[in-house]
Nanobody, 124 residues
Framework: QVMLVESGGGLVQAGGSLRVSCAAS????????LAWFRQAPGKEREFVAG????????SYIDSVKGRFTISRDNSKNTVYLQMNSLKPEDTAVYYC?????????????????WGQGTQVTVSS
């Protein structure tokens, strides 16, 4: 089992940058595929980016490609989401999630472990 705690959210102007982090407990961190999801008010939770256990494979939704970068540091049990060129439509609660699947997939139900979320607000 793994516990996830996000941090680093906040308020930023459009065009700005923000990095959110997710610290995990447990000694088998590198075995988990990790992902960032987000949920805006009135919308379903959506996959944003994911990274394999070794960090060798990543996946992004089209709307953030070239702007967001997911990375992980297995020595620190931490996964990051660097967000650049932020847009008001990126405003959402961002959740970190962990899955035991090897593939990096965008399906919410494959992720058994979730953090509490961190708010990211982008003002226009």
């Amino acid at each position: 089992q793994v516990m996830l705690v996000e941090s680093g959210g906040g308020l930023v102007q459009a065009g700005g940058s923000l990095r959110v982090s997710c610290a995990a407990s447990g000694r088998t961190f590198s075995r988990y595929t990790l992902a960032w999801f987000r949920q805006a008010p009135g919308k379903e939770r959506e996959f944003v980016a994911g990274i394999s256990g070794s960090g060798s494979r990543t996946s992004y939704i089209d709307s953030v490609k070239g702007r967001f970068t997911i990375s992980r540091d297995n020595s620190k049990n931490t996964v990051y989401l660097q967000m650049n060129s932020l847009k008001p439509e990126d405003t959402a609660v961002y959740y970190c999630a962990a899955s035991t699947t090897i593939l990096v997939l965008p399906t919410t139900t494959l992720y058994a472990y979730w953090g509490q979320g961190t708010q990211v607000t982008v003002s226009s």
